[in-house]
């Protein structure tokens, strides 16, 4: 694959443009001017953004890291020729994110490459993964050491072996430990355990199951036999009830019989004095005082009427008389002399006897009426009359409290359900408080085995052939699992034997390129490498019987064998890849960076290299080579 351009709206890169040439292209530009952002574009144009990857303390996402500074939204076009065609590449911000969306075109017609999408893109055109050209052959500054990761490690082992590029051993041992674990991993944790757990687990729901099949008819057992007992206890507390409730009757009845009698009593007493009718003891008393004094009073009155009667009938007897016959012979005389006004006075003599006559009758008809007045009770007979109306009220006011508390009882006893005699009822021989402390026995029994049976039953609400048939499942899978255990046990030692004997003859073609760049980087120096699983290397040195580890190597030698793994690592894992540098020769000596141009210039032969630079001197020797200069502005 050879780039023959890029237009980038990323980062600091506003519509800039690069244009490149097959073989060796030497990119210069002074540190801060876009050289990394360049060599992150080509990887983002390949690859894509993942934008998963967040901001944290330190680091940028590159989502976030190179957003352009404008403002504007993040796009990209990369110009190339693969197996032939000419493709463009074109990314753009969508809803997805940033460079989110894709297109890739044949750049003649501008008719879309099928087999082209956002993700496929770069392997397809590289043929590697994102992983393998970071790690091989994108080479920052003072990045040029390797180290191994599972993708990186896989096509490592197929160089070293087969060929096949299916396999990582790490991967696998891995895959397999986790496979391992997820059925066991120690005595409590894994597949195993659990199911064991679980089937320990269903056996006790199967014997809690026969247990509760025992309880449950055990309760109903004795269940049925206390409910017998309680029937029993209960008909012959029934039966006390039953005569309780015959001597409350019988009270009833007799209070009954009480409240008749007092009533009639009170109905039958003879109706009191009239005058005293209606009146308190109090009130009675005093008004016998009252007829007492009246007596001796109407006694007095009567005295004193008849004397003055009596004086009055004298006075009739005298006057009226004398008047009449005196007015009589006045008449006479009076005529018989022709004296009239003799007569006259005759005749008032005579009006003046009837008028004293009906004057003295009307006196005498009052004293009569006193007279002749029935006289009230006096003395004794007042007493009499008194003291019974007294026995009357006393006798009528305990006929009424017997009624009240008879009727107060009646109540009480109706209150108490008390009715009328209906039967006979034998007394009962048993003491009732013992009746009722055995009862209460009984149904406390009765509750605490009515308790079991409701935990057995409910127990029992499992189905108990579901549980069996899980048992034994459960014990099936165990033995599987167990089975499945063993089996990637011996795998894995398998695998670690297998491992053993690649360890023994690890990347031998590996060993054998980067030792030849390595030999040309030092100019013979150095003339060989070994690399152990990790990547680390151990270095032949000319003149020196054993190799040594690149601890011992100076900075610029250390350098020198990391770039030499590097292209041997690009040689062999991704051949179709371009080689891109970003300053990788920074810190490289004037003679050591010579030696690294002229090896990259015969790497430009079989692939394009991009090398980007902040020296004078890297552009100088590309120029009196015939490399592709160009000068970023």
């Given at each position: 694959m050879n780039i023959i351009s890029m237009t980038a709206t990323f980062g600091k890169l506003e519509g800039a443009t690069l244009t490149l040439s097959p073989g060796l292209n030497i990119l210069t530009a002074p540190n801060e001017c876009g050289k990394s952002t360049w060599a992150a574009f080509l990887t983002a144009m390949l690859y894509g953004i993942d934008t998963r990857e967040r901001d944290k303390a330190g680091h940028l996402a590159q989502k976030t890291k190179y957003q352009p500074w404008s403002g504007a939204a993040m796009a990209g076009e990369l110009r190339l020729e693969w197996q032939g065609q000419r493709i463009t590449l074109r990314r753009f911000a969508n809803r997805s994110g940033p460079f989110g969306g894709f297109e890739a075109v044949y750049t003649a017609t501008g008719d879309p490459v099928p087999f082209l999408t956002a993700a496929n893109v770069g392997e397809t055109l590289t043929g590697v993964s994102r992983e393998v050209f970071v790690r091989c052959a994108l080479v920052g500054q003072g990045d040029t050491a390797v180290t191994a990761a599972p993708d990186l490690e896989r096509r490592i082992a197929a160089l070293a072996t087969t060929g096949e590029e299916e396999v990582s051993y790490s991967a696998t041992v891995r895959t397999l430990k986790d496979w391992r674990n997820r059925r066991q991993a120690n005595r409590s944790t894994g597949l195993i355990?659990?199911?064991?757990?679980?089937?320990?687990?269903?056996?006790?729901?199967?014997?809690?199951?026969?247990?509760?099949?025992?309880?449950?008819?055990?309760?109903?057992?004795?269940?049925?036999?206390?409910?017998?007992?309680?029937?029993?206890?209960?008909?012959?507390?029934?039966?006390?009830?039953?005569?309780?409730?015959?001597?409350?009757?019988?009270?009833?009845?007799?209070?009954?019989?009480?409240?008749?009698?007092?009533?009639?009593?009170?109905?039958?007493?003879?109706?009191?004095?009239?005058?005293?009718?209606?009146?308190?003891?109090?009130?009675?008393?005093?008004?016998?005082?009252?007829?007492?004094?009246?007596?001796?009073?109407?006694?007095?009155?009567?005295?004193?009427?008849?004397?003055?009667?009596?004086?009055?009938?004298?006075?009739?007897?005298?006057?009226?008389?004398?008047?009449?016959?005196?007015?009589?012979?006045?008449?006479?005389?009076?005529?018989?002399?022709?004296?009239?006004?003799?007569?006259?006075?005759?005749?008032?003599?005579?009006?003046?006897?009837?008028?004293?006559?009906?004057?003295?009758?009307?006196?005498?008809?009052?004293?009569?009426?006193?007279?002749?007045?029935?006289?009230?009770?006096?003395?004794?007979?007042?007493?009499?009359?008194?003291?019974?109306?007294?026995?009357?009220?006393?006798?009528?006011?305990?006929?009424?409290?017997?009624?009240?508390?008879?009727?107060?009882?009646?109540?009480?006893?109706?209150?108490?359900?008390?009715?009328?005699?209906?039967?006979?009822?034998?007394?009962?021989?048993?003491?009732?408080?013992?009746?009722?402390?055995q009862l209460r026995q009984v149904e406390g029994q009765m509750a605490q085995w009515q308790t079991r049976l409701d935990q057995a039953t409910g127990a029992l609400g499992r189905d108990t052939l579901e549980t069996e048939s899980r048992r034994d499942e459960l014990a099936g899978q165990i033995a599987q699992r167990q089975e499945e255990y063993q089996a990637l046990t011996l795998a894995l030692e398998g695998l670690e034997e297998a491992n053993a004997t690649l360890r023994q003859r690890f990347s031998p073609a590996l060993n054998e390129k980067a030792g030849q760049l390595l030999a040309r980087l030092t100019e013979g120096r150095h003339c060989g490498l070994t690399l152990a699983r990790d990547l680390s290397a151990q270095v032949e040195q000319e003149g020196v019987q054993l190799p040594h580890s690149q601890l011992f190597l100076s900075a610029g030698a250390q350098e020198q064998l990391y770039l030499a793994l590097r292209l041997a690592l690009c040689d062999l894992t991704a051949p179709q890849a371009p080689l891109v540098l970003d300053d990788t020769l920074a810190n490289f000596d004037d003679t050591r960076a010579a030696a690294a141009l002229e090896l990259l210039a015969q790497q430009a032969q079989e692939r394009q290299v991009l090398l980007f630079s902040c020296h004078s001197r890297d552009a100088a020797w590309g120029e009196q080579h015939g490399a592709n200069v160009t000068k970023l502005s």
């Open positions: 355990p659990q199911l064991e757990g679980e089937l320990g687990q269903v056996r006790r729901t199967l014997e809690d199951t026969a247990q509760a099949r025992q309880t449950q008819a055990q309760a109903r057992q004795e269940l049925a036999g206390l409910q017998v007992r309680k029937q029993q206890l209960e008909r012959q507390l029934e039966q006390h009830q039953a005569y309780r409730q015959q001597a409350l009757n019988q009270r009833y009845a007799q209070a009954l019989q009480q409240q008749a009698q007092a009533q009639q009593a009170l109905e039958s007493l003879p109706a009191p004095d009239p005058r005293f009718r209606g009146l308190t003891a109090a009130q009675a008393m005093e008004q016998a005082g009252n007829l007492s004094q009246q007596g001796q009073d109407h006694s007095r009155q009567r005295q004193q009427a008849k004397a003055s009667r009596n004086r009055l009938s004298a006075a009739l007897r005298l006057w009226v008389p004398i008047l009449g016959v005196g007015g009589l012979l006045l008449i006479i005389l009076g005529f018989f002399l022709t004296l009239y006004p003799l007569s006259f006075v005759g005749f008032g003599c005579m009006a003046a006897a009837v008028l004293v006559a009906i004057v003295l009758v009307a006196k005498m008809g009052k004293y009569d009426k006193i007279l002749y007045a029935p006289a009230p009770p006096q003395g004794e007979n007042m007493q009499e009359t008194l003291q019974r109306y007294l026995d009357w009220l006393t006798q009528r006011q305990q006929l009424e409290a017997q009624v009240h508390h008879a009727g107060e009882r009646v109540a009480d006893l109706e209150a108490q359900g008390a009715q009328r005699p209906v039967s006979s009822v034998t007394p009962p021989t048993a003491d009732p408080h013992v009746l009722t402390a």
